[in-house]
T-cell receptor, first 112, second 114 residues
Framework: EADIYQTPRYLVIGTGKKITLECSQT?????MYWYQQDPGMELHLIHY???????EKGDLSSESTVSRIRTEHFPLTLESARPSHTSQYLC???????????FGPGTRLTVL | GNSVTQMEGPVTLSEEAFLTINCTYTATGYPSLFWYVQYPGEGLQLLLKATKADDKGSNKGFEATYRKETTSFHLEKGSVQVSDSAVYFC?????????????FGKGTKLTVNP
């Protein structure tokens, strides 16, 4: 069973606020990912990291930013939230040499 | 490029019915293939995987066989339960631009009625 955590689970905020979505894993995985899931269920990779101080943009352009200062922690930040950022955000991790990704429970963000 | 096409939903079945969700893929090389399941309000969970041709992945009564000749990985279950109601995603692992990623299908929503 994978141990990957996301907080908060639900967040409702006003336009223009700065927010940080937290993601932590206790498996020592080097690779971590952020996905955005639209209401139609489709998943879009927005950021990934292959280790400390390594971050890359994913397939879908996003106004969010990420950092990877510690192996276990991969937070996502929106400097100024907008209603178009309303979505479900899923964090995942995988081991080096492994292709199975393990997902957290997700953060459902609503921007009013 | 790499892509996954899965059966569009929603799919509605009665309890104990047989389930098939079709999945076909396009890929260079020999990707691993996955089925993930997402229950309401939760993240994705790995349901099963197969890493090479003719491998069969199985878990919780679900199974899928890696068919290289038809580039398919169809998900089946002989008798579904109400608790199987969820969204199912087919995926493949692919190396693109030196980075290893999962490529997902669009998901198929399954509802099982008592």
């Amino acid at each position: 069973e994978a141990d990957i955590y996301q907080t908060p689970r639900y967040l409702v905020i006003g336009t223009g606020k700065k927010i940080t979505l937290e993601c932590s894993q206790t498996m020592g995985h080097d690779k971590m990912y952020w996905y955005q899931q639209d209401p139609g269920m489709e998943l879009h990779l927005i950021h990934y990291s292959y280790g400390v101080n390594s971050t890359e943009k994913g397939d879908l352009s996003s106004e969010s930013t990420v950092s990877r200062i510690r192996t276990e922690h991969f937070p996502l930040t929106l400097e100024s939230a907008r209603p178009s950022h309303t979505s479900q955000y899923l964090c995942a991790s995988s081991a080096v040499g492994g292709d199975t990704q393990y997902f957290g429970p997700g953060t459902r963000l609503t921007v009013l | 490029g790499n892509s996954v096409t899965q059966m569009e939903g929603p799919v509605t079945l009665s309890e104990e019915a047989f389930l098939t969700i079709n999945c076909t893929y396009t890929a260079t090389g020999y990707p691993s293939l996955f089925w993930y399941v997402q229950y309401p309000g939760e993240g994705l969970q790995l349901l099963l995987k197969a890493t090479k041709a003719d491998d069969k992945g199985s878990n919780k009564g679900f199974e899928a066989t890696y068919r290289k000749e038809t580039t398919s990985f169809h998900l089946e279950k002989g008798s579904v339960q109400v608790s199987d109601s969820a969204v199912y995603f087919c995926a493949l692992s692919a190396t693109q631009g030196g980075s290893e990623k999962l490529v997902f299908g669009k998901g198929t929503k399954l509802t099982v009625n008592p």
